[in-house]
Structure formats: C-alpha cells, structure tokens
C-alpha cells in the first residue's frame, strides 16, 4: 500500500460518489459513476489486489456503465433530485 | 485537530472512508427520489462493503500476493509450499481478495435485475420518481 495514493484516491472517490448521486442529468450522472468504477479499480491496483481490480474495470466500470446508459435511453434522462 | 487527523484517521483512512461510502449509499438508498440514483447508491454500498474487506489483507510494505521463484525441482512439494510461507509477510493477504471476486460478479447481476425491472416499472407506469409512483398505485382499482 502507497499512503499518499491511498489517500488522493480515496478522498476523490468520496467526491465523485457525492456528485454522482447529486447530479440531476442521469446521464451525466452515469458517466460519473463509470469515473466512480475506475477510480475504486485505481485504488484495488494500488492496494496489491490485482485481481479484484481487472474484474472491477471490467465488470464495474465497463458493463454497469452499459447497463445504466441502455436503462436511461429505454426511460427518462432527466431526474428529480 | 490536526493531532487527531495524525493519531486516529490517517492510520485507518481505509476503514473512515468505507464507513462514509457505506452511509452515502444508504442515504441514496432512503433519501433519493429516482429510483437509478437509488440503484446507484446500491452500488456504491456494495463497493464499500468490498473496500472493507480488501482492506484488511493489506499490510504494511507487502507487495501484490504473486509468488516470483519457486526452485524447480522443489514445485509442488511440502518444501516449497513452507518455502513460500517463510516469505508470506511480503505478500498481501489473497483470501478476501478472492472472495470479493465473487461479490464483484454477483453485485453486476443484481444490479443488471434492478435495471431490468426499473425499465418494467416505466413501461407500467411512464415515470421513475417514487413519490409519482407511489400516487399512480393508489389511484389503481382495487382488483388489478
């Protein structure tokens, strides 16, 4: 574990977590979410979890990001809160 | 101040961190009106349980748990395997990793059922809010 990295990563997931479930554009709000994934795959890769993290940029930052981005093209983009 | 920071968050910022993720979920999960930032917040709690574990196999100057030589002639054998232990405190701890794995996977199909079932939802209903949701299931006739 790198403790400066540690750090910066962690505290850029916090913020991008908050304004991906504050923006009121849902597909904005998806694409957030994907730097979300990618960030949290950065932090398993520097925690020494290599395997984690390929599944993570995989499946968490690429199909969950699909999966979001076909259900808002199938419903609303726009969002009450 | 900064001697808190110094003595009690920065030696477990890991374990800060996965708590505040854990309660942004949740609070997603209760507050949000839409119900894809409520199935988002499902997902951000699911990557908060999983910092949890991946960080506890972590420690101190380890590297990633790849084991580089092992002599030949001694692979797969009882003295190679004691031989790999002897250096076990330069790796990080594999177990929860691999657990995680399967969390991973699991997590991306509940969260492919969600979606599914948000788009039933709309094509039912024309709207995602709760509070429009839940109006247009009151108005509903009795036997339906």
């Known amino acids: 574990m790198i403790l400066p990295f540690d750090i910066i990563i962690l505290v850029f997931l916090i913020v991008a977590a908050v304004i991906a479930l504050n923006v009121k554009d849902l597909l904005s709000s998806a694409m957030i979410f994907a730097i979300y994934g990618f960030l949290i795959c950065l932090l398993w890769a520097e925690m020494g979890a290599v395997d984690v993290a390929f599944t993570e940029a995989t499946v968490g930052a690429g199909i969950s990001t699909v999966l979001f981005i076909a259900t808002i093209l199938n419903t609303r983009r726009r969002s009450s809160d | ?144």
């Not at chain 2, 477990?12 to 309660?23: A, D, G, K, R, S």
């Not at chain 2, 692979?75 to 929860?96: E, I, L, M, R, W």
């Not at chain 2, 039912?124 to 509070?131: A, C, I, S």
């Open chain 2, 1 to 144: 101040m900064v001697e808190f920071f110094l003595n009690t968050v920065k030696p477990n910022f890991n374990y800060w961190v996965y708590v505040i993720l854990m309660m942004v979920g949740l609070w997603s999960l209760i507050a949000k009106n839409n119900l894809i930032k409520k199935i988002m917040g499902l997902a951000i709690f699911q990557t908060a349980i999983i910092l949890f574990y991946v960080s506890l196999g972590v420690k101190d100057g380890a590297t990633i748990p790849v084991l580089e030589q092992v002599p030949v002639e001694a692979a797969g054998t009882v003295a190679a395997a004691s031989t790999a232990g002897a250096f076990a405190d330069g790796f990080a701890n594999p177990v929860p990793h691999v657990l995680m794995l399967t969390a991973i996977v699991v997590g991306v199909a509940t969260l492919g059922v969600a979606l599914a079932l948000c788009q039933t939802i709309f094509k039912e209903f024309d709207t995602l809010e709760e509070d429009e949701l839940l109006r247009k299931i009151k108005a509903l006739p009795d036997d339906v």
